[in-house]
């Protein structure tokens, strides 16, 4: 059994992922636990633009997404193998990479270079994603998108009405198929922060999920 473990926050844009992925590291570290974030990488990207603008051009979005995607599988396995006693809260399943690489690339206005890059990067990213779910990934929450968002921000489309609801399912289906697979370690639950009860439930969730934890990594000190 690993000392680290995975809490993965997945799901579309603006559903909560990372405001509740702070409240779960006050409350992890409340209970005494040391507590790694692996923030989203995109947001450390120095943009010169929306993201719109930058979907408009395939090559350079697929220039982002692979810098992005090579940054976010290295930040994790490099977490995985230290084996650490600790937390590791992550913003976004690496399920959510396959889907910003898969969807949003204009192929047809790619070259046949670029094309090769982007049939590689995404083999590579799947091998990972059957790695994670089946060794690395501990829990996996998955977020559904909040009714009211007004969107000011530059890493996420301006149609972002529509853009959350269709995100969200793509990368539910994506990770449900990762999911399925007969190696899959890991689990998952589904958080809708437009109801009371989820929202009213998130420190009982994380306080739980706490207790496994402790319980876990100090059976493995003895063990």
């Known amino acids: 059994m690993s000392n680290t473990k995975f809490v993965v926050f997945s799901g579309g844009c603006y559903s909560g992922k990372t405001t509740t992925m702070k409240k779960a590291k006050e409350i992890f570290e ?3 636990l040391k507590v790694v974030m692996l923030d989203e990488l995109i947001r450390s990207s120095k943009l010169d633009c929306s993201i719109d603008l930058i979907r ?3 090559s350079r ?3 982002l997404q692979n810098e992005v995607i090579i940054g976010k599988i290295e930040q994790e ?5 230290m084996d650490e006693k600790c937390v590791v809260l992550c913003d976004r399943a690496i399920t959510d990479s396959i889907f910003y690489l898969t969807f949003y690339v204009d192929k047809s206005q790619l070259t046949r270079d670029e094309l090769q890059l982007l049939e590689d990067l995404y083999a590579y990213t799947d091998e990972y994603a059957k790695y994670a779910f089946s060794n690395v990934y501990d829990v996996i929450y998955e977020f559904r998108p909040l009714n009211n968002t007004d ?14 609801l269709y995100e969200h399912r793509m990368i539910s289906t994506l990770n449900t198929a990762y999911i399925s ?4 370690t890991c689990e998952r639950f589904c958080i809708d922060l437009n109801t009371v009860e989820h929202k009213s439930s998130i420190e009982f969730v994380f306080n739980t999920l706490a207790s496994r934890f402790i319980k876990e990594l100090n059976h493995g000190n003895k063990s």
């Open 61 to 63: 979005y697929l220039q």
């Open 77 to 81: 396995r490099v977490q995985h193998f």
């Open 181 to 184: 697979d007969v190696n899959c």
């Open 30 to 32: 409340k209970r005494g």
């Open 56 to 58: 408009k051009s395939p």
């Open 151 to 164: 969107n000011d921000d530059t890493f996420r489309p301006d149609a972002i009405d529509i853009s959350k």
